[in-house]
Nanobody, 117 residues
Framework: QVQLVESGGGLVQAGGSLRLSCAASGRTFSGYAMGWFRQAPGKEREFVAEISWNGGSTYYAEGVKGRFTISRDNAKNTVYLQLNSLKPEDTAVYYC??????????WGQGTQVTVSS
C-alpha cells in the first residue's frame, strides 16, 4: 500500500519559516506531479502548490506566490514545501498528494502549521 507521510509542521510566529517534507513509501512517485494543499478549521481544502514530475514546472496559489516554494527530490521520493513570511492566515493542516492523471488520488495524513501573531 502506498503511503505519504508529511512532517515539519509546528508553531511559528508571524514572519517565520518552516519547511515541510512529504516522504512516499511503497512505490516511487517520480513520474507524477505532486502537490500541496491545506485545510483550515471550518474551511474547504485549498490548493497551495504543484510541481511537475521532473521539477521543471511549478504552480502556486496566488495567496502564497513569492512566499512558498515547492521542490522535490525524486531520488529520495520526497517533495518539500518551504514556507516563508508566514502569516496567521496560513494556519492549517497541510497535505501532500500525488496526481494520477487529472485528479489527486493519493493523500497523506497532514501536518499542522500554526502561525501566531
Amino acid at each position: 500500500q502506498v503511503q505519504l507521510v508529511e512532517s515539519g509542521g509546528g508553531l511559528v510566529q508571524a514572519g517565520g519559516s518552516l519547511r515541510l517534507s512529504c516522504a512516499a513509501s511503497g512505490r516511487t512517485f517520480s513520474g507524477y506531479a505532486m502537490g500541496w494543499f491545506r485545510q483550515a478549521p471550518g474551511k474547504e481544502r485549498e490548493f497551495v502548490a504543484e510541481i511537475s514530475w521532473n521539477g521543471g514546472s511549478t504552480y502556486y496559489a496566488e495567496g502564497v506566490k513569492g512566499r512558498f516554494t515547492i521542490s522535490r527530490d525524486n531520488a529520495k521520493n520526497t517533495v518539500y514545501l518551504q514556507l516563508n513570511s508566514l502569516k496567521p492566515e496560513d494556519t492549517a493542516v497541510y497535505y501532500c498528494a500525488v496526481r494520477i492523471g487529472t485528479s489527486y488520488d493519493v493523500w497523506g495524513q497532514g501536518t499542522q502549521v500554526t502561525v501566531s501573531s
